[in-house]
């Protein structure tokens, strides 16, 4: 038996209350303390049931299809009567409902409904998990109690959250699809339940009594108000009736009770209007648990009985499991007619039953209500910026629905991983991490997004035989990083110089659209005992087996110095143009008619002949002098 079996008896007697004694009258609800969601799996419109709750169409889901219960008359609210499934053919294995706008540090109530009343014609119900923020909580396991599996059962919990969403998860065995009628979200104040001894714990419901009460009470169940939520069922099935019922006496009052609906837990006064004692000096409960788990037990009190009027008239032993917890006076703690309340935590409970005693040693005992929770501690989730690179890469490679890439990549770590990824913890032993990617053959069809710098953990990653696209992000080098398989994609661009600072002893860039210079650390891995192929690229080159570079060509590009001789050419080209067109400029401003009027140029014509025959005369004079000839005018 999976499904604890006190949680299945637990949920069927609430289910068989919320049946026969829920109440039609339409009044409106008690004020939530913050904010809170009410789904209608399977639904696509918003509807009010009869106590003025308003439920949400179905929302927030990573997928599934929806159905009705092949009897809904049977059932009485809307909320039980559609549901939603996740068949894994389709959906992946693993399905979430993913809550957004819960601000961290914050608590809430969870409760769900589960039915499932052969939706599927099948008569074999679903074996599957429930997990909230990466711990599990629920398992169902095929064959349900017949109960069960008609009437459905409801089941809650109270955690807190880490993360701005926290996701609600489904995990199907073999082909099983797993199914979910509604969930509730209920904010409560965060320091409700002790919550330094509650702390990185799941308080899961094993028990909410109201002693005394005949019925089944609370938001969903009757028009009474609860400010978080809860629902609170009768005692009878709980009570030990070993003296016979002639023994036990409720009590109950219409008279305030001071001290309820306070923070931070806001327990309601009805709890405390009621009570049982007993006429013999034992009173006792037993409640159905599992074994080697720890639990919070809280205990509330009122003295209701006007009779006792001073300290000391009504003393007992609260004993737990035979352990002897506390003694208890309520009137000295609080006087009549006040609200009291206790809570002890039981450390690795041996046995499957928790036994509450409380003992005589005044008058008789007295109890207005049990509430028992498991502390299941909060399983160790994946490091939150690698959730976030999951993510980022799940949309950029275009994930298909059928891999179930939802909620937390690793955890719950008892699950298997998001399909084609491999987790492990971290040195620490208190979160998970990426640590492989196999993802070959896959059909997929987008690019590799640069968020994958944030899977710092990352030893093997193996994109091959796809249809990427876009280039090899830059930051993809980490120091863990051993073995890269991108072969067989159409990959553009260089290869970076970031995987130079890999540990890379595997490189698969083979049939590709690469480009440029490899870089020599890249190609070295080759040479250093590792594996490195190149081939089937458009224009790789710089390295043994490929062609040499252009001079000014590297990486797909221009080089640095191919950069500068381009820059300085373009300098020159810009000093020759502003050269030319500064003479032109320069032509143009001298370039006017100074012409002389015809006269003036006539005489100047003359003037510049004699000038010229006067020239040669000279010449002539001075080459007959120079050769010894007498000259006319020297005197003889």
Request: hydrophobic share 40%; with cysteine; aromatic share 12%.
């Given at each position: ?232 069922q009768p005692d009878l099935n709980f009570r030990t009736q070993v003296h016979g019922s002639d023994s036990v006496n409720v009590l109950s009052t219409v008279n305030v009770i001071d001290g309820t609906d306070q923070e931070p837990n806001f327990f309601p006064m009805k709890l405390y209007q009621s009570a ?188 091959s035989s796809n249809s990427l696209e876009g280039n090899i992000p830059s930051a993809l080098g980490q120091k863990s990083l051993i073995q890269l398989d991108l072969s067989n994609n159409q990959l553009m661009g260089s290869i970076p110089d970031s995987l130079a600072s890999s540990s890379l002893k595997l ?130």
């Amino acid at each position: 038996m999976t499904l604890p079996q006190f949680f299945i008896i637990y949920s069927i007697i609430i289910t068989f209350f919320f049946f026969f004694f829920c109440s039609s009258s339409s009044i409106p609800p008690s004020s939530l303390y913050g904010l809170s969601y009410h789904i209608n799996c399977g639904t696509t419109t918003n509807t009010t049931d009869s106590f003025n709750t308003t439920w949400l169409s179905d929302r927030y889901f990573t997928g599934g299809s929806t159905a009705v219960v092949s009897e809904p008359l049977r059932f009485h609210h809307p909320s039980e009567q559609t549901l939603r499934y996740f068949p894994p053919s389709s959906y992946g294995k693993k399905n979430c409902y993913s809550f957004p706008s819960l601000p961290p540090s914050s608590r809430y109530l969870l409760r769900t409904f589960t039915v499932y009343d052969n939706y599927d014609a099948k008569s074999r119900p679903p074996s599957f998990d429930v997990a909230i923020a990466g711990t599990i909580l629920f398992s169902w396991r095929s064959p349900w109690p017949e109960s069960a599996a008609l009437d459905g059962a409801y089941s809650d919990l109270f955690f807190s959250v880490s993360n701005f969403t926290t996701d609600l998860c489904f995990y199907g065995f073999a082909t099983d699809a797993p199914i979910i009628s509604s969930i509730e979200v209920i904010e409560v104040d965060p320091a409700s339940y002790g919550a330094v001894s509650a702390a990185g714990n799941i308080l899961v419901n094993y028990g909410r009594i109201s002693c005394g009460s005949s019925d089944q009470w609370g938001p969903g169940f009757t028009i009474d108000t609860d400010r978080f939520g809860r629902s609170w069922q009768p005692d009878l099935n709980f009570r030990t009736q070993v003296h016979g019922s002639d023994s036990v006496n409720v009590l109950s009052t219409v008279n305030v009770i001071d001290g309820t609906d306070q923070e931070p837990n806001f327990f309601p006064m009805k709890l405390y209007q009621s009570a049982v004692t007993v006429s013999e000096d034992v009173l006792e409960y037993e409640l159905s648990v599992d074994a080697k788990m720890d639990y919070l037990v809280w205990l509330h009190f009122a003295e209701i009985d006007s009779s006792v009027k001073n300290e000391g008239e009504r003393v007992f032993d609260v004993l737990i499991n035979e352990r002897n917890v506390s003694r208890i006076d309520i009137y000295k703690e609080v006087g009549g007619f006040a609200a009291f309340s206790m809570y002890y935590t039981v450390k690795n409970l041996s046995s499957s039953v928790l036994k509450l005693k409380f003992v005589t040693v005044v008058g008789a005992p007295l109890i207005s209500g049990i509430e028992n929770y498991a502390l299941v501690p909060n399983d160790p989730s994946t490091v939150p910026e690698q959730v976030r690179a999951m993510k980022a890469l799940k949309d950029s490679l275009r994930i298909p629905d059928r891999m179930g890439w939802n909620g937390d990549p690793c955890a719950p770590y008892s699950w298997d991983a998001w399909e084609g990824v491999t987790c492990l913890m971290n040195k620490d032993k208190a979160a998970l991490v990426i640590s492989e990617i196999d993802l070959g053959s896959q059909g997929l069809k987008g690019y590799i997004s640069d968020e994958i710098r944030f899977l710092s953990d990352l030893v093997s990653l193996n994109l091959s035989s796809n249809s990427l696209e876009g280039n090899i992000p830059s930051a993809l080098g980490q120091k863990s990083l051993i073995q890269l398989d991108l072969s067989n994609n159409q990959l553009m661009g260089s290869i970076p110089d970031s995987l130079a600072s890999s540990s890379l002893k595997l490189v698969l860039l083979n049939d590709n659209l690469l480009e440029g210079r490899v870089p020599e650390e890249i190609y070295s891995v080759g040479v250093h005992g590792g594996a490195i192929d190149l081939s089937g690229n458009k224009d790789l080159c710089g390295v043994p087996s490929l062609p040499s570079c252009p001079m000014f060509w590297e990486h797909g590009g221009l080089s640095t110095g191919g950069k500068i001789a381009i820059s300085l050419s373009c300098l020159f080209v810009l000093f020759v143009v502003l050269l030319v067109v500064y003479i032109y400029i320069r032509r143009k401003k001298n370039d006017y008619d100074f012409g002389l009027p015809p006269e003036l140029m006539s005489l100047a014509a003359k003037r510049n002949k004699y000038q010229r025959q006067k020239s040669l005369m000279l010449l002539e004079l001075e080459s007959q002098h120079a050769k010894g000839f007498p000259s006319p005018f020297t005197p003889q």
